[in-house]
C-alpha cells in the first residue's frame, strides 16, 4: 500500500477505489439488498463493497455476496459483466466498480447480514429506484442474461 493510501479512511483519497457488484438472478427475479448505512442508507441496490488488498474484484464479488446475503459462490461461477466508473456514481468519493452475474437455482434463499439492512427478491419487471448507478448496471447484466 503507497503513503498515499489509508485503510483508516477509503474517502479521503484521491485515487480511485476499487469496489465489485454483482447482479444475481433466480427465477426473472433479482435479489437486491436494502442498505443499512449511508450513502442512500433504506435504499435498494445490488450486493457489492469494496475489494480488500491482494483480492480480485471476482473473489471480493463473492465474499461481499456471502456477507451480504449469506449466497455462497465460488469466484470462477461468476461471469463479469462490466467496469463502471463515472466520476460521480459514489458521492463519497472516486469509486470504480466491476459487476458481475450469477444465476442462481430457483430454491436458494438469502438472508440480510453485514451492512444490509435487508435482502429480497425482485421480479425483473418490478423494481424499486436503485441506489448508485445500479439500474444501468442491472440493465446491462439482463441484457447479458438473456443473450
Avoid: C
Avoid at 58 to 76: C, H, N, Q, S, Y
Amino acid at each position: 500500500m503507497s503513503e498515499t493510501q489509508s485503510t483508516e479512511n477509503p474517502w479521503g483519497s484521491a485515487r480511485p477505489w476499487l469496489t465489485a457488484d454483482i447482479v444475481v438472478i433466480r427465477s426473472g427475479s433479482v435479489l437486491l439488498i436494502q442498505r443499512a448505512d449511508e450513502p442512500h442508507k433504506g435504499s435498494w441496490a445490488l450486493p457489492g463493497g469494496y475489494v480488500d488488498e491482494g483480492e480480485s474484484s471476482r473473489a471480493g464479488a463473492a465474499r461481499e455476496l456471502e456477507e451480504e446475503t449469506g449466497i455462497v459462490a465460488m469466484p470462477e461461477e461468476l461471469v463479469q459483466v462490466g467496469a463502471y466508473d463515472d466520476p460521480g456514481r459514489d458521492p463519497r468519493d472516486r469509486v470504480v466498480t466491476i459487476a458481475y452475474l450469477l444465476e442462481v437455482a430457483s430454491g436458494v434463499v438469502a438472508m440480510a447480514g453485514d451492512d444490509a439492512a435487508a435482502a429480497d427478491w425482485f421480479p425483473l419487471d418490478a423494481l424499486p429506484p436503485l441506489a448508485f448507478d445500479h439500474a444501468e448496471i442491472l440493465a446491462d447484466a439482463v441484457r447479458r442474461w438473456k443473450a
